[in-house]
């Protein structure tokens, strides 16, 4: 029942959304997607701290550690945190980060990282609290952990990004459901499992103790809004019809269309 209204908020916020930036996409590209539609009205606001909600999300991170702890896909979970689409390659049947698919790859990611980033109002303006920064229980793992050695992240607009206190919406959500999309536009052979592999995806930041479910939804729609306004970018698709080319070449499909 839940997946059926994430899914009827989505096309609802779609068609808000585009309805409204659909003048300036055909002026110009959208460069900053977050200039184009208001993510922050346009996303419900993630579950108070001490409801009921809340607590269903804490104890559905917990249920994912402990799972993962029993099935041995930590390590899976922690290779996960590496943002990028060519986490996609076992979906695929094909090893994005070879060297055959470097510029597809390229695309992928580029794209993807700007498709991103119309999450980062959302964070900033919920300062949600992170799973293992909220509860003592969750288990800091790989990026979340407050020992990591690298640098802080730093946003589009030159700020350092609280990683404790931005779990709303999930960011690592939202670029995989962007290589999800531009995915299955490019190979629709593989669309079932190219989206099975973004949940699995998504999964993996609960093990992590770096998201709770309601951030991964949040951070799917903003990922579909995302794909669909960067799909109306004249240079996109033009990127895409090569890429899907070269891919589907190193597939050995035959092409979709006459491009």
Same mark, same amino acid.
């Given at each position: ?56 999300? @804490? ?32 979906? @695929? ?21 700007? /498709? ?102 949040? /951070?799917?729609?903003? /990922? ?27 597939? /050995? ?7």
């Amino acid at each position: 029942m839940r997946l059926r209204a994430t899914a009827a908020l989505a096309a609802a916020l779609l068609t808000m959304a585009l309805a409204v930036a659909q003048p300036a996409l055909a002026a110009s590209p959208p460069a900053g997607l977050g200039a184009q539609v208001d993510i922050i009205q346009l996303l419900p606001p993630p579950p108070a701290e001490n409801s009921a909600e809340q607590q269903a999300d @804490l104890a559905a991170v917990l249920d994912a550690q402990r799972a993962a702890h029993a099935d041995g896909s930590i390590a899976h979970a922690v290779a996960d945190t590496q943002q990028s689409c060519g986490r996609f390659s076992d979906a @695929l049947g094909e090893d994005l980060t070879s060297a055959r698919d470097a510029k597809v790859l390229a695309f992928l990611d580029q794209t993807a990282s700007r /498709g991103a980033l119309i999450s980062g109002p959302a964070k900033r303006y919920w300062k949600r609290t992170r799973p293992y920064a909220f509860s003592a229980q969750v288990e800091p793992l790989g990026d979340m952990s407050p020992q990591r050695q690298s640098p802080p992240a730093i946003d589009s607009g030159g700020r350092t990004a609280d990683l404790a206190h931005s779990s709303y919406p999930s960011g690592h959500a939202t670029f995989g459901t962007v290589c999800t999309i531009l995915l299955a536009a490019m190979v629709p052979e593989r669309r079932a499992a190219l989206f099975a592999r973004n949940l699995d995806y998504e999964h993996s930041r609960m093990v992590m103790g770096a998201h709770f479910p309601s951030d991964l939804e949040a /951070g799917r729609i903003a /990922g579909t809004l995302a794909a669909e306004l960067l799909l109306q970018d004249r240079q996109v698709q033009q990127q895409l019809a090569e890429a899907r080319s070269s891919l589907r070449a190193a597939l /050995g499909l035959a092409p979709l269309y006459r491009e």
